[in-house]
């Protein structure tokens, strides 16, 4: 059974810091990964999806990377600023049976200091 | 683009209650998703359709809870006889293939 674990749980860092969330899955046979962003009180917000062929996915300030090989996925986020501040999930969905079924974390809760 | 819409926002009612919740999903998609959020669970896949048919709903966590989409713009979640330890938030997603799921602002559903 798949297995997604996001570490940490929460982060706290001042404006203007590089930072890196981690997400960690026990199936290596994954049809993609992908980034969420959760605002209080709102839905999720796809940020980046990676396919199993792709190593990394890149969005502005946003980058992201897979190593299926390992079973982990790197968000790494460039100049952190307040706006930053939410949830991050990650999310992996596998190959047939699973198709379209997304595995979530349990998501890091992010704060970013003016 | 209105999103993926759910009604009601807020949800507070009895033990014991129907509860019936709402979904529009984007025009267009022909996936749609609802989960169920909690601080002990996290985010969980209840059950999802594909054009309009229910694909899985291994994530249904009892008899109490039912899922239909009659059709391509309109799906409901119906929780009956309700009990507390439903309280959560519900989300519904839509999609199209490959693509990302989007999300609508949830159902905040408390059962007293």
């Known amino acids: 059974k798949q297995e997604v674990t996001q570490i940490p749980a929460a982060l706290s860092v001042p404006e203007g810091e590089n930072l890196v969330l981690n997400c960690s899955f026990t199936?290596?046979?994954?049809?993609?990964l992908q980034w969420f962003r959760q605002d209080p009180g709102k839905g999720l917000t796809s940020l980046l999806l990676?396919?199993?062929?792709?190593r990394e996915q890149t969005s502005g300030r946003l980058n992201a990377s897979l190593d299926k090989s390992s079973g982990r996925s790197t968000l790494y986020i460039a100049a952190s600023q307040p706006g930053d501040s939410a949830t991050y999930l990650c999310?992996?969905?596998?190959?047939?049976?699973?198709?379209?079924?997304?595995?979530f974390g349990t998501g890091t809760l992010l704060a970013v200091q003016p | 683009d209105a999103g993926v819409i759910q009604s009601p926002r807020h949800e507070v009612t009895e033990m014991g209650q129907e509860v019936t919740l709402r979904c529009k999903p984007i025009?267009?998609?022909?996936?749609l998703f609802w989960y169920r959020q909690t601080m002990m669970r996290g985010l969980e896949l209840l059950i999802y359709?594909?054009?309009?048919?229910?694909?899985?709903d291994s994530g249904m966590p009892e008899d109490r809870f039912s899922a239909k989409m009659p059709n391509a713009s309109f799906s409901t979640l119906k929780i009956q006889p309700s009990e507390p330890r439903d309280s959560a938030v519900y989300f519904c997603?839509?999609?199209?293939?490959?693509?990302?799921?989007?999300f609508g602002d949830g159902t905040r559903l408390s059962i007293l």
């Open positions: 997603a839509s999609s199209t293939f490959g693509m990302p799921q989007h």
């Open positions: 199936d290596s046979a994954i049809y993609n």
């Open positions: 025009s267009g998609h022909n996936s």
């Open positions: 999310a992996v969905e596998g190959y047939g049976g699973a198709t379209n079924k997304l595995i």
């Open positions: 990676i396919q199993s062929s792709q």
């Open positions: 359709f594909n054009n309009n048919v229910p694909i899985d």
